[in-house]
């Protein structure tokens, strides 16, 4: 792990536990953190928090005081993090279901949401579904139990999954690496039960012999700043195919 993140990492929890005292039970690195994926610049910093109860509004509030970025500054572009009650967290369902959601960093835009239903249904309502899927594969616990025991795995993935893919199609503009590259997640997840990072995702697709092996290499190389965004009407297209493929009977 990188080590300013770890020391940030471990300011975090204490900075939580002083907020939460013993309704804290668990805290989680997610993401690139867990999936030892971090690329300095570029990755977010994505943490879990668990409590046993619900939180109050005065507590939420404090806890986003607490752990914005103008507060506790975030050595990456940006700190994700969700709180989870821990029967939310093990009800293997693909709501919601969090208390409270934080992004905040240098080089992202402040969000506090303290219910569910604050979030935009245009933001993706799925993210969290994948989020708790991945945690309980990967999730590396910085306080509490495992994190294959704070967190079920998700009883009926495939609609979150469809539902991140048809997100990506839909955005307007220049198609991202990060869009190609998540279908070839999403693909990896359904073909061989495993979640990857994004980059080793894109090679597992390419081994696969997919046709668009080609197309994923730019995207490799683009994200490590290797070479050029890839072509839109061809990133649009592998897009489709692979929702095509989850949405397959």
Not at 7 to 20: G, K, N, Q, S, T
Not at 40 to 50: E, Y
Not at 60 to 74: G, I
Not at 228 to 242: E, G, K, N, V
Request: net charge negative; glycine share 8%; charged share 25%.
């Amino acid at each position: 792990m990188d080590a300013d993140v770890g020391r940030y990492l471990d300011d975090l929890v204490r900075a939580a536990r002083d907020v939460l005292g013993d309704g804290l039970i668990g805290a989680y690195a997610a993401g690139s953190v867990a999936l030892e994926a971090y690329q300095p610049g570029r990755s977010d910093v994505d943490v879990a928090l668990v409590c046993v109860s619900p939180l109050t509004e005065p507590v939420k509030r404090e806890l986003v005081a607490r752990l914005r970025h103008e507060t506790l500054p975030c050595p990456a572009r940006g700190l994700e993090l969700v709180v989870y009650t821990q029967d939310n967290a093990r009800a293997g369902t693909a709501e919601p279901g969090f208390e409270v959601e934080l992004n905040t960093g240098a080089r992202m835009n402040f969000r506090a949401t303290y219910a569910p239903d604050q979030r935009p249904p245009a933001d993706g309502l799925f993210w969290y579904a994948l989020d708790r899927s991945i945690l309980h594969q990967h999730g590396l616990a910085l306080l509490g139990e495992p994190a294959a025991d704070a967190f079920a795995e998700i009883r009926d993935l495939l609609p979150p999954l469809r539902d991140a893919l048809a997100w990506w199609l839909a955005l307007p503009g220049p198609v991202p690496d990060d869009a190609v590259l998540g279908a070839c997640r999403s693909l990896t997840r359904v073909r061989h039960g495993v979640w990857l990072d994004k980059i080793a995702a894109g090679r597992r697709i390419i081994a696969d012999g997919d046709p668009d092996a080609d197309l994923i290499a730019r995207c490799i190389a683009a994200r490590t700043g290797d070479g050029p965004p890839p072509d839109p009407a061809a990133s649009r297209a592998f897009q489709r195919r692979a929702l095509a493929e989850l949405n397959a009977p």
